[in-house]
């Protein structure tokens, strides 16, 4: 499985889009910025959420299985939001040290670990939702329904393109 992820050179990118290497560079910047506006709130909202859980009054009566998806699904969740975070701690520790190409390399990985982290918060949380409301069974089918919707539309179709 071969994917088309070859750089482009500077002039290359100069006449696909009009721009030269640093405007590319700018723009890809705030693009990714802006692409992290959109996750980081609801990673926020969903820690919020599973911090308070266990304070809660029903917390005590969960199972066992319910404990363990609750933790694997709280320690995903901080480690998405750390993921997505990450890339504003480099630019503030890398401030004007003309590494603009290596963060932005950098940020596109964290940024797509940090959203993997993020499914899997996602579907443990509709797991628990679920089986508390319904059961087992319909816990299981939801959780593997929104999984498969969200590696579809996450990866599935974005890399697809990339091997076109």
Known sequence: MAYNVREMS?????????????ERRNREVIELLNEL???LPGVQVLFAFLLIVP??????????????????????????????IAPSSHHRLLWRQHAREERLKA???LSIGGLA??????????????????GGVA????????GAVLVWYWYGQPLL???K
């Not at 982290?117 to 319904?134: N, W, Y």
């Open 139 to 146: 816990a299981a089918v939801s959780a593997v329904g929104l």
């Open 55 to 84: 304070f809660s009054q029903g917390f005590s009566s969960v199972s066992p299985q319910q404990r363990y998806v609750y933790f694997a699904t709280l320690l995903c969740t901080g480690i998405s939001a750390a993921l997505l």
């Open 10 to 22: 500077g002039e290359e990118q100069k006449q696909r889009h009009g721009e030269d290497e640093q």
């Open 161 to 163: 393109r990339l091997r």
């Open 117 to 134: 982290f993020l499914a899997l918060a996602m579907i443990g949380a509709i797991f628990l939702i679920t089986d508390v409301l319904f």
């Open 107 to 109: 940020a596109n990985r």
């Open 37 to 39: 506006r959109v996750a």
